[in-house]
Structure formats: C-alpha cells, structure tokens
Nanobody, 122 residues
Framework: QVQLVESGGASVQAGGSLRLSCTVS?????MGWFRQAPGKEREGVAG???????RYADSVKGRFTISQENAKRILWLQMNSLKPEDTATYYC???????????????????WGQGTQVTVSS
C-alpha cells in the first residue's frame, strides 16, 4: 500500500502561482499529478519516472513544473501563469508499473491521494 497526501491548493487570481505538494508513504517508480474539474473526466497534468523522465499535458507545458525531492518521498507541482481553466481538484498518484508512455493516463495508477482544490478566478 502507498498513502499519498496532497496540500497547497488555494484560490488565486489568473496569472498567479501555486505550488502543490504530495507526501508519499514510500518510494514508487512512477508518480503523477492529475486534475478533475466538475463534470469532466480526470486528466493527466504531469508525470515523472524514477529516472527523471517527465511528461506534461500540452495544456500546461511551459507553465507547470513537476519535481521530486531526492528521496522521492515528496512530489511537487509548481504552477505558474494560472488560468481559470486550471480550476480543478488536483490529485497525486503513484504506481510501480505505469510505463513512460502512460504517465498521463489515470487508469494506470493504483494509489491516489484525496485531492486538493485549486480555484483560479479571472
């Protein structure tokens, strides 16, 4: 079992920044950030493999940065130039067998946090 706890969600104005954190109970090979807006499917935002390989959704490239601390027990998502369409509940997820090509696919992750709300106002 892997426990994940997200934090850092808040309400900000468009153009602002937030940093989300996810504390993980143990090391896992693949980790990612996902988001779900009301009435929409959960979508991948950014994913990272233990070798440092990273993938981003096109909608956040150049604005969001995923990173891990050295022991890989904390996952961050730095979000800059936030837009109203970034409003969602953000989740971190972990699994041992995702594969680099599937980093942004929610169905490939077994372990999930409870989510943290990000609201961006115009």
């Amino acid at each position: 079992q892997v426990q994940l706890v997200e934090s850092g969600g808040a309400s900000v104005q468009a153009g602002g920044s937030l940093r989300l954190s996810c504390t993980v109970s143990r090391y896992t090979k693949y980790m990612g950030w996902f988001r779900q807006a009301p009435g929409k499917e959960r979508e991948g935002v950014a994913g990272i493999k233990n070798d440092g390989s990273i993938r981003y959704a096109d909608s956040v490239k150049g604005r969001f940065t995923i990173s891990q601390e050295n022991a890989k027990r904390i996952l961050w998502l730095q979000m800059n130039s936030l837009k109203p369409e970034d409003t969602a509940t953000y989740y971190c997820a972990a699994d041992e067998r995702v594969g680099y090509s599937s980093l942004l696919m929610p169905r490939n992750y077994k372990f999930w946090g409870q989510g943290t709300q990000v609201t961006v106002s115009s």
